[in-house]
């Protein structure tokens, strides 16, 4: 059963940073792809970032050069470091995992950029 939790969101002033963390309870995490997601408030879910099996990340291009995805195989964790932040990254942020062919989701955490 694969299970994915998230922390660190909450509220940040414009031109700050926050870093999400995403624990995953999947066997042989290593071997799979995860992502970053977010929701925006009657928008469509987005790609924020993913970063594959071997390490190499893809960005969205609202983020690319401002967040940073990692993973840490050995704690099963996926990060996302967000700097620069803006008033549009404002969303709930949902880990992904894909596996199996199928897509799993965390519970999502609120990142609110205000000042």
Request: some cysteine; overall charge positive; charged content about 15%.
């Amino acid at each position: 059963q694969v299970q994915l939790v998230e922390s660190g969101g909450g509220l940040v002033q414009p031109g700050g940073s926050l870093r999400l963390s995403c624990a995953a309870s999947i066997s042989g995490f290593s071997i799979y792809d995860m992502g970053w997601y977010r929701q925006a408030p009657g928008k469509q879910r987005e790609l924020v970032a993913r970063i594959a099996r071997g390490g190499i990340p893809t960005y969205a291009d609202s983020v690319r050069g401002r967040f940073t995805i990692s993973r840490d195989n050995a704690k099963s964790t996926v990060y996302l470091q967000m700097n620069s932040l803006k008033p549009e990254d404002t969303a709930v942020y949902y880990c992904n995992a894909l596996v199996g062919g199928k897509d799993y989701w965390g519970q999502g955490t609120q990142v609110t950029v205000s000042s």
